[in-house]
């Protein structure tokens, strides 16, 4: 049945058949992957070859594994997804790494109070869709407060939902960009992957991502309408020394730090992801 699942998914040119394949037979029949080898000689039954002829007809109809699933893994997490926010992508880990290591870097520069007395730092998500970002800093952070905001209120249900699943606090707040985090200021940093697509752009994507909430992907015509927005407003939200770090598009890193720049932010940086590929620019308050 893999096998005749992967053919099935080559044909349609999808980008990892094989992987698909496992991951919806697994799920059809309530066993991790491991167990498919372990049992690889095992007679299914009608009701088994049904359900997972079903979920081979979504996913050729162009309906994501992890919409189909309900659930996708994110920096070793599980976050449970639906039509209502953006599938969490393996890129994006590159954004949480980059936020953790600033965190670790702002408790080891010296303070004018003990340890002690220093107050939590301060993190916001803005944009925050599934909450993949907050609750994975929330998760790897301890002791940081963490807020995220979304304009979407199913986007911010969603992510109340996998905080509580993954067992971390997060405050939540409903706004557009800054306008929620006005209120929270001054922070110690702020993240984002905000839609990032140029416009043009969208119509030519894979069905799977043209399903997920335009919202979350539409950029504006060069990709950059949101996160020009967030550049600008950010100064105001951070105190001295905060920071400012944005997932971005292929090709989109050199505008991105030239708009840091202009900002006023200082120390800009640029991390890669597993494809090599500048994915996140930060840069700090002086």
Do not use: C
Request: charged letters at 25%.
């Amino acid at each position: 049945m893999i096998r005749w699942t992967t053919s099935r998914f080559e044909e349609r040119r999808l980008d990892t058949p094989r992987l698909d394949a496992e991951l919806l037979a697994a799920h059809a029949l309530g066993l991790d992957r491991v167990q498919l080898y372990v049992q690889h000689d095992r007679p299914l039954l009608p009701d088994e070859l049904a359900a997972l002829r079903e979920l081979v007809k979504r996913r050729q109809g162009g309906e994501s594994v992890a919409y189909i699933m309900g659930r996708k893994e994110f920096f070793g997490l599980s976050f449970a997804v639906d039509a209502r926010v953006l599938v969490p992508r393996p890129d994006t880990e590159t954004l949480v790494d980059e936020a953790l290591v600033y965190l670790r870097e702002r408790l080891t520069r010296p303070a004018t109070e003990s340890t002690s007395e220093r107050p939590p730092l301060k993190v916001a998500d803005v944009g925050t869709g599934s909450g993949a970002i907050a609750v994975a800093i929330a998760r790897h952070a301890r002791g940081t407060w963490v807020a995220a905001t979304d304009v979407s209120a199913d986007a911010l249900a969603v992510a109340r939902d996998n905080a509580a699943r993954n067992g971390v606090a997060v405050a939540f707040y409903e706004g557009d960009l800054d306008q929620a985090l006005g209120p929270l200021a001054p922070l110690d940093l702020i993240v984002a992957n905000l839609p990032y697509i140029p416009t043009a752009v969208l119509s030519s994507l894979p069905p799977e991502v043209r399903a997920e909430p335009a919202l979350a992907l539409d950029g504006g015509p060069d990709g950059l309408a949101l996160v020009r927005r967030l550049v600008a407003a950010a100064p105001a939200l951070l105190g001295p020394g905060g920071a400012l770090a944005l997932e971005i598009g292929a090709g989109q890193a050199d505008d991105a730090a030239a708009l840091m720049q202009a900002a006023g932010f200082v120390d800009i940086r640029r991390r890669r992801d597993l494809a090599e590929i500048d994915r996140v620019v930060s840069g700090r308050q002086p």
